[in-house]
DNA sequence: GGACGATATACTGTATACAGTATAAAAACA
DNA sequence: TGTTTTTATACTGTATACAGTATATCGTCC
């Protein structure tokens, strides 16, 4: 039990600055984390029943990905998006899916796209359910998988920091989700796309979802 | 003397995390701390002059940009790229500069460009007095204002970050520093095209100076 | 002599205490 | 009454102390 027992970390070894970054991640998205809202680390600590240090390894973290500001000596602020930075950060995203397209279909073989149905299934079953933080999770999972086929980490590593950044805005956008039945339809085809491995077909629908991405939040902005 | 002395942070308020930061970086670069290398906090702090936590919070930070790593209970490693790893990240490079270009050319005005001749002139000073590590950031300051130009900030981060993330390796590359004077020539150009508004002309001599890029930092993977 | 287990050491993870700084409130002055 | 100075308060920035965990060393048993 040597070689494959200790390659990945085994138990649940998560240092708790690490929780506590999920935890925030998940508060801004869903809104308990206003834009533009002031954290004081003694109150969310208390709050969190953690102590300052770990939460302040955790806004760091957060100040990294661009989801909160930090203004010296006075403290930490949730990040306020501006119409034109989500306009410019789904245009990129955009752009970096479409790189990833034509590798993902050079890359993918069955066990992925297995793996990617298996992912498209619980996330209907998420929503189906009405449990929509991780219904969000998944679907961000899904367009983060198809990027991992590019096998591209510098690629995987941008997408996905801008999707983090940009999760809140598109969590609200699907508030209506009108668009919802459509947006699974398109999935659908991106798995399609890659099993025919027709590379431009793949990248036509992954432009085309964001594009009903930016219609569904333009709105929100 | 209030509204425009105090709208900047006036003095050096710089926290002592950030100012860490900035000096592991360059210690990074420079190959002080070499790609592989533990660290220990409390070593490396009292190296410093630093108690151990700004300078986990340094490494947090540093951790966020893939430039150490951070393994649970078992402290900081610097990062270590694989060729591959380089080979993509530049690919990325170029993608971004080539979306960047067209923005470029549509927003800089003649100040911008001035600017830009400034970078570049400081740039050739520092590498005349063989200042190696200011020619270096220099360098890449001039990169990240051509990028700047596009007044997009998602990719503008995206970039910055995949940029710091190979400064390190393409510091090495310039050691033996050949292929130098066709760099500065390429400066030259990129000025000169942003000058005429020539988008293709800035795509094309940026795609060819990350090709050089390439080449150069190639052997040292 | 080699392998396994116990103990010791060293380093990370977290909490807390103290110092420095900014903002808010109050008081003094015009 | 409006403005400026002073004082108080609250929060961040940093250091340090303590607890938990991994690794190394040594001893013991087969």
């Known amino acids: 039990?040597?070689?494959?027992?200790?390659?990945?970390?085994?138990?649940?070894?998560?240092?708790?600055?690490?929780?506590?970054?999920?935890?925030?991640?998940?508060?801004?998205?869903?809104?308990?984390?206003?834009?533009?809202?002031?954290?004081?680390?003694?109150?969310?600590?208390?709050?969190?029943?953690?102590?300052?240090?770990?939460?302040?390894?955790?806004?760091?973290?957060?100040?990294?990905?661009?989801?909160?500001?930090?203004?010296?000596?006075?403290?930490?602020?949730?990040?306020?998006?501006?119409?034109?930075?989500?306009?410019?950060?789904?245009?990129?995203?955009?752009?970096?899916?479409?790189?990833?397209?034509?590798?993902?279909?050079?890359?993918?073989?069955?066990?992925?796209?297995?793996?990617?149905?298996?992912?498209?299934?619980?996330?209907?079953?998420?929503?189906?359910k009405g449990e929509r933080l991780q219904y969000f999770k998944l679907n961000q999972a899904f367009h983060s998988a198809i990027v991992g086929l590019s096998r591209n980490m510098a690629l995987i590593q941008c997408h996905t920091r801008l999707q983090s950044g940009q999760k809140r805005i598109r969590y609200v956008g699907h508030e209506g989700a009108d668009g919802w039945s459509g947006a699974a339809a398109e999935h659908e085809e991106m798995i399609a796309a890659l099993e025919a491995r027709d590379e431009h077909a793949l990248a036509e629908v992954l432009r085309r979802h964001m594009a009903h991405t930016w219609d569904r939040v333009r709105e929100f902005t």
């Open 1 to 128: 039990m040597t070689t494959s027992a200790n390659r990945r970390p085994p138990i649940a070894r998560n240092k708790l600055a690490e929780q506590v970054v999920e935890r925030l991640r998940d508060m801004i998205t869903e809104g308990h984390l206003a834009p533009g809202e002031r954290i004081v680390e003694g109150d969310l600590g208390e709050q969190l029943g953690v102590s300052r240090t770990p939460l302040r390894e955790a806004l760091r973290s957060l100040a990294a990905e661009e989801l909160v500001e930090l203004t010296p000596s006075r403290g930490a602020y949730v990040r306020r998006f501006t119409p034109k930075e989500v306009a410019d950060a789904l245009d990129l995203i955009a752009l970096l899916e479409a790189k990833a397209a034509p590798l993902a279909v050079a890359n993918a073989n069955p066990e992925d796209i297995a793996q990617l149905r298996l992912l498209h299934d619980a996330m209907m079953a998420y929503y189906g």
